[in-house]
């Protein structure tokens, strides 16, 4: 039988325990008391799992508190696992470009031209796999795109992949027009994009239609588009009566040994009167491989005297 001493000393421990375990779990106990307190002002019964949860965590002193968060990160990633990569076909962004004069060690005569497709340039609206072919085809207005994504006539191809595609640099002749395909394709289906695109030298500051060129109200050239047609008018005013008139105009191309774009044409009169002469000329820019055309136009005159030679460059649309 426990002496009263003895009852005392075992109180005494069991006060200290209990002490103790308070100390350590307050803020669990408190935890739990509200949870308690507010599950009865609702008027529900508590789930023992409701009650035992945060004291079990508590209980291990080694367990962290910080519920709901993630051990490997902020808790805000989502990473797709294997599997979840949307299944279709890619669906290609409009692709970006820009251009560039050729580096002067491949550009000795100043006729070449870069067409740079940066990193960025080529992107998709949706997730792809990494392993989705991505081919760049380059030629020009004879280029054919067929159904299944080949395509023939091309200049120069270049392949990659969506997971390794850097960006691409081709060389091409300034002034010229080139189409560029740029073809995605998986197991799950095809997407091309096309670009009617050229590196503009000579043809940089040529004038679009309709548009003037210098003064009308002596010498000027006006152009104008009607359908797939560019027609240029040659436009010269004489202030008096004169003697031996000529005007003429043409249309070649900007490379430096010319061809013809538009037929030449020229007025030649013995005793002009004063007032408004023209010449025009036409073409179908559908035809033309320039992205734009060197047009002359020469006035000759006796008397009074007179001799010009108007020159300037008309945009060919690259449609």
């Not at 009617?196 to 003064?215: L, Q």
């Not at 436009?235 to 538009?262: C, N, R, V």
């Amino acid at each position: 039988m426990k002496t009263p001493n003895q009852t005392f000393r075992h109180f005494d421990r069991l006060q200290g325990r209990t002490t103790q375990f308070v100390r350590q779990n307050l803020p669990v106990l408190l935890m739990t008391g509200l949870s308690l307190f507010f599950l009865k002002c609702d008027g529900a019964s508590p789930d023992p799992k409701t009650v035992l949860v945060p004291l079990l965590v508590a209980a291990d002193p080694n367990t962290s508190a910080n519920l709901g968060g993630s051990q490997t990160g902020s808790g805000t990633e989502t990473p797709i696992a294997a599997g979840e990569t949307p299944e279709g076909p890619p669906l290609l962004n409009e692709v970006t470009y820009i251009t560039n004069p050729a580096n002067p060690a491949d550009d000795p005569y100043s006729t070449k031209g870069l067409l740079q497709f940066q990193k960025t340039s080529v992107s998709f609206k949706k997730p792809v796999p990494t392993n989705t072919e991505l081919t760049m085809y380059f030629g020009k207005n004879n280029m054919v795109l067929n159904a299944d994504g080949t395509v023939t006539n091309a200049l120069q191809s270049v392949k990659r992949t969506a997971g390794n595609f850097s960006g691409y640099t081709y060389l091409c002749d300034s002034d010229r027009k080139y189409k560029v395909f740029v073809v995605a394709k998986n197991e799950f289906g095809i997407a091309s994009k096309e670009l009617r695109i050229g590196h503009a030298r000579k043809c940089a500051e040529a004038i679009k239609s309709p548009g003037t060129y210098e003064n009308c109200s002596d010498h000027c050239l006006e152009t104008t588009k009607s359908g797939d047609k560019i027609e240029i008018t040659a436009k010269y005013i004489l202030p008096t009566d004169g003697k031996i008139f000529h005007l003429d105009l043409s249309a070649i191309s900007p490379k430096s040994l010319p061809e013809s774009i538009a037929p030449s044409v020229d007025l030649d009169i013995a005793i002009p009167l004063a007032g408004q002469h023209t010449v025009k000329t036409s073409f179908s820019f559908q035809e033309k491989e320039f992205l734009c055309a060197e047009v002359q136009s020469l006035v000759m005159l006796n008397e009074p005297f007179r001799f010009t030679l108007l020159k300037g460059y008309v945009a060919i649309p690259n449609e």
